[in-house]
């Protein structure tokens, strides 16, 4: 069996997740059969991962997902799992994805780009919006506003982080995610947050927030058409392997485009694993079929 390298850690906001996803994987590819050996580009040169056949990135956030650890792998010619640099780079720009998404004609909540000047001014801002970092995941330093007289206190802090924030139209409804593997679809996911909540940072990793696939409250022909509308903008954007998207369900059946991820969480709790499994892919399954892709580029 081949020699795969599984990149892992990092330096973003997202390493520890990344760390998670880096074990779960190396565990499955193992389960596999191959020889894995796991990096952390954090204290490890590109260098020490020439010598093996392909590679496996589970890294997350800057550094990540942003094109930059692609573009390295593309200048070696090596073979590795996922999105190329400019699809990573278009993705994780939430800006300049959703110029793209939208020119294509997939509908996204209204947005905007404000600063901590403008922000409180933006028209956005008198209804429940939803502030986040342009470039990040994990729902990292993002606001989930429902009443915009009363905005959390931390909103003045993250402007001393980020010169820019994206501002956008919150979507009351259900939260939907759907990977998409190989150019299919996987099953849809519907996530219920814990009662008077939000699906953030905490919420996603503590085990407290409902994962249901298939979903109960959602439609088997709005499940479908999620499920092409996630097609579509893995398509788009021009991502390979996998990728998972994002998107609201309001309650008048309108599906939203939010966002799409090149590179997923991969640990035991993350959502394109369980997608996956619900398709008849164990971890180990899915890991494979993600390293023969990048062995057949």
Sequence with gaps: MANVTVLCGGTSAEREVSL???????????AAGYEVTVLDPAVSSLDKMMACDAVFPALHGTGGEDGAIQSALEEVNAHYVGSDSTASRLCFDKWQYRQH??????LMPEGALVHAQTYHEHRLAAQPYVLKPVAGGSSID?????????PPHGIAEVFTRYATMLM???????????GVLNNQALPVIEIIPPKDSEFDYTNKYNGATQELVPPKHVSGDLQRKAQALALQAHQFTGCRDLSRTDIMLDKKGQLYVLETNTLPGLTNQS???????????????????????ALAR
Excluded: Y
Aim: aromatic share 2%.
């Design 20 to 30: 998670r996803s880096g074990a779960a994987v190396a565990e499955a590819l193992k």
């Design 101 to 106: 998404i939208t020119a294509a004609g997939l």
């Design 142 to 150: 993002t606001f989930i506003v429902r009443d915009p007289e009363h």
């Design 168 to 178: 956008e139209q919150l979507i009351a409804g259900t939260e939907l995610t759907v």
């Design 271 to 293: 959502l394109l694993p369980k997608a996956a499994h619900a398709a008849g892919l164990d971890m180990p399954a899915l890991c494979k079929q993600l390293v023969e892709m």
